[in-house]
């Protein structure tokens, strides 16, 4: 069992830590996240002490406390745990006081609930030892306890969050959300993880798989929690922080796929409207939708602008690997090509308006059918908006490349 004779220092004035002295390096690190754990505390960090003195494992457990006002932090210590005090509020926040004080060569996170089988540690540590960078655990797969998660978690919450995780970044992971997860300490520095609360757990997916590690999950076991109180985590506004991260850091399906299909439907309905007004069963499609067509195709045209600065952004500032796309398009000849692109609609928009204002003359300035010169001016005003879109985006991916030189 690990010593009980503690020293006190500060790490980055946010965190307060008491570090066991003369205990070599430990292996593994086991860090537990704690607000008011004091019913179900003990029995956690003991079971993890059994874990490590069964299977012969070097390691630590580290309690990283986030203000908790019960007996939590004294029954860490008596139990012979590090213990964290990490100042600011958040499940993310926690974890990364505790993560930074860890020691071992891997680091494996879980809950001080008695929620999860600390018995099944090896389990993890033995796919860490494999040369696996991430390890995640998977409650379905190995097996969830009655009452043990909240129905709406269970079959809507955990499996659409984890689908979307594996269509936007093709993660072949079932449950992204288990808490029981193993990582190398030197891999998860790089990763760069600052999210605050729960939606951590899908930023450490994340971004381990834009830094191409290898990933793997093996099965775990979930009981219902040992806490009296009631759980604090917030279904709606926890489960939307999970999908607002997902989408921020995939501009591919916040943007760009959105941003096609509507400017192709926009195109479409433009293109079919142009030459006529045709009618399906007595239902006429004239201007007015010629006009919703041009309006989805600048709004689909402006999401993929902004999906393409977004990924050239991200590549700059290291969130996002570089790919060979984002290269091509921050060279200067393709960003020429744009802008000089961009101003050729213009030119075409130019003359269309010009033409316009001819047919207007020809009436000596007087009534136009609407009809008739909407039809005309439409795609004259589309070419406009576009080389202007094309312009600004040349320009603003200029300003970024510039910034990476």
Wanted: include cysteine.
């Amino acid at each position: 069992m690990l010593t009980k004779i503690y020293t006190e220092y500060i790490i980055s004035g946010s965190a307060k830590v008491r570090l066991p002295r003369a205990v070599p390096t430990p292996t593994l690190s086991v860090v537990l996240p704690c607000l008011n754990e004091a019913e179900t505390l003990k029995t956690c960090i003991l079971k993890i002490q059994q874990t490590f003195f069964e299977n012969n494992i070097q390691g630590e457990i580290i309690i990283a406390d986030n203000g908790s006002t019960d007996d939590s932090q004294a029954i860490a210590l008596r139990c012979g745990a590090r213990l964290v005090s990490v100042h600011k509020k958040g499940y993310g926040n926690t974890l990364q006081g505790g993560i930074m004080a860890a020691r071992g060569q891997y680091i494996i996170m879980g809950a001080a609930d008695d929620s999860y089988n600390f018995f099944e540690l090896p389990r993890l540590l033995e796919q860490l030892e494999a040369g696996y960078t991430l390890v995640i655990g998977n409650r379905f797969k190995g097996g969830i306890a009655k009452q043990a998660m909240p129905l709406l978690h269970r079959y809507l919450g955990n499996p659409m969050l984890s689908f979307i995780g594996r269509l936007f970044y093709n993660i072949q992971i079932g449950d992204f959300h288990c808490g029981l997860r193993g990582f190398h300490k030197k891999e998860y520095e790089r990763w760069n993880l600052r999210s605050p609360g729960t939606e951590f757990a899908s930023e450490m997916v994340v971004k381990a798989s834009l830094n191409q590690a290898k990933i793997t999950e093996v099965p775990v076991t979930l009981s219902r929690n040992g806490r009296s109180r009631a759980p604090q985590l917030r279904t709606w506004q926890d489960g939307w922080r999970h999908l607002h991260f997902l989408l921020v850091y995939s501009p591919r399906w916040l943007f760009i796929i959105p941003g096609i299909l509507i400017s192709v439907l926009g195109l479409l309905i433009c293109l079919w409207l142009l030459p006529h007004t045709p009618e399906i069963r007595q239902i006429q499609f004239d201007i007015h939708f010629m006009l919703v067509g041009a309006v989805a195709l600048i709004i689909g045209l402006q999401l993929i602008a902004l999906g393409l600065i977004s990924h050239i952004n991200g590549a700059i500032t290291t969130v996002f690997p570089k790919r060979r796309w984002t290269e091509q398009v921050t060279k200067p000849s393709f960003i020429n090509k744009m802008i000089f692109g961009g101003l050729s609609f213009l030119l075409l928009g130019g003359l269309g308006l010009v033409y316009s204002f001819q047919i207007w003359e020809e009436t000596s300035f007087g009534r136009l059918d609407p009809q008739y010169m909407l039809r005309v001016l439409i795609p004259f005003i589309l070419l406009l908006t576009i080389g202007v879109q094309l312009i600004s985006t040349g320009f603003m991916i200029s300003i970024l490349s510039g910034h990476k030189r």
